[in-house]
Structures are given as C-alpha cells and as structure tokens.
C-alpha cells in the first residue's frame, strides 16, 4: 500500500511558469514532509520541508502547502527554469519506533521547456 | 563538512551472488538508512542502524543485511542475489533528534545479469 499518493506522474512547464505538484497521504502520525529533487543518475537532494504546525513554508522560488485536515501537501516552483528538470519526490516521516524512516511518492518528472 | 558518500558507483553482479556497498555518513551524523529505488519509482526504505543496530526494516527479506561502524560508517549486503534486485541503492544520514531530515548519497547503481 502506498503510504504517500504522488501525482501528477509527469509534468510540462514552459519557463517562467508554475510548477505544481500534489501529495496526499492517510497516516496522521506523520509529522515530517519533505521534498526531494533528484536529477538523472544522482541521489535525491533535501529540497525544503514542513511540519504539520504550520500551513505553508517558502525558501526562495520554492513553496510547500500543507492542509492538515485534507491530508495533502502540495510543492510550488515559481518563475520555473530549465535546470528546474528533474524528478521531484514528496515524502513523510513520523517520530515512531523506527527513527527517521521516509515513505516516498512514486515522483514526479518535470520539464521546463526554455 | 563532508557529505554523504557511497561506494562503488556501479555494480554488475551474476544471479546468486554476493554483493556488499558502502555507504560513509554525513560528519556529525549518527543514523544511517538504506533505500532501494527501483527505475521509475520512490526510495523504500530498507532498514536503518543506529549505534551500531538495526533500528527497523522495510518489506525486504532477511537475504538483505546490514552494518554499522564505530565512526557511523555502513554496508549493506545482500546474499543469493536475484534479477529483482537490480536497483540504485541508496544510503542516507541524519541525526537523532532532528525529526527525519536525511541526506543522501549517489548511490550504488547494481545490476544483476
């Protein structure tokens, strides 16, 4: 069972536009949600992250929502740009019995075209 | 400060063998976990070690083991490997404390023929 639903699988941008991707997830122990950006043949890199105390959180062109009660969370790219392509994961995490562990989105592919 | 490294970059391995990866963790942290991401698809976690145990385990057979050293090194190793296991392994780091930010490595790119 997929802990966090990602969507859309794939998505086109055309530069200076907004990318926006979507992630919902059931467990309300979570209490971690980062996104990771990964590029072909890397490991994926820490990109921003919130915690459920608060509803939006912005570093620079990127902005996360959260709306605890719907159980989403969604990751905004402003002013999108080619080196934005890349495959963007969402993730969750609660403070359990296993320290730390993330359960991952299957990720979504973007490409900004110039 | 040092990030997280894994080694080899890649491997190519003949069903049934052995394979151990490396993976050094971030300078100051103590936990390491190990994901498997399979082409096209998220991380899953695998387990993770903390003080030298593991500290719990994804949905991954007893054929996957793992290690951690005094410094917060770590290997993994799997035994009787099968085609499935073709995969970038990746290592992650963190801190005990800080609620789940991992940082992670490369990777290990195995294929198994």
């Known amino acids: 069972q997929q802990q966090v639903k990602q969507s859309p699988q794939s998505l086109i941008v055309q530069k200076g536009g907004i990318s926006i991707i979507n992630c919902a997830y059931e467990?309300?122990?979570?209490?971690?949600f980062p996104w990771y950006q990964q590029f072909p043949g890397k490991g994926p890199a820490l990109l921003i992250a919130?915690?459920?105390?608060?509803s939006e959180k912005k570093e620079g062109r990127f902005t996360i929502s959260f709306n605890k009660s719907a159980k989403q969370f969604s990751l905004h790219i402003m002013d999108s740009q080619p080196g934005d392509s890349a495959t963007y994961f969402c993730a969750a995490n609660h403070r359990g019995s296993t320290l730390g562990r993330l359960y991952f989105g299957r990720g979504t592919q973007l490409t900004v075209w110039p | 400060e040092t990030g997280v490294t894994q080694s080899p970059t890649h491997l190519i391995k003949t069903r049934g063998q052995q394979v151990t990866l490396r993976c050094s963790s971030q300078?100051?942290?103590?936990?390491v976990s190990w994901y498997q991401q399979a082409l096209g698809q998220g991380p899953q976690f695998i387990f993770q070690y903390y003080r030298e145990e593991e500290n719990g385990r994804g949905n991954f057979p007893p054929r996957f083991s793992g290690l951690q050293f005094p410094n917060y090194s770590s290997e993994l190793n799997v035994n009787a490997l099968e085609l499935d296991d073709s995969a970038l392994y990746l290592c992650?780091?963190?801190?005990?404390?800080?609620?789940?930010?991992?940082?992670f490595g490369p990777g290990t790119r195995l294929t198994v023929t």
């Open positions: 992650a780091s963190s801190l005990v404390g800080t609620g789940g930010e991992q940082y």
């Open positions: 919130i915690r459920p105390d608060v």
């Open positions: 300078s100051g942290h103590n936990t």
């Open positions: 467990n309300t122990a979570f209490d971690y």
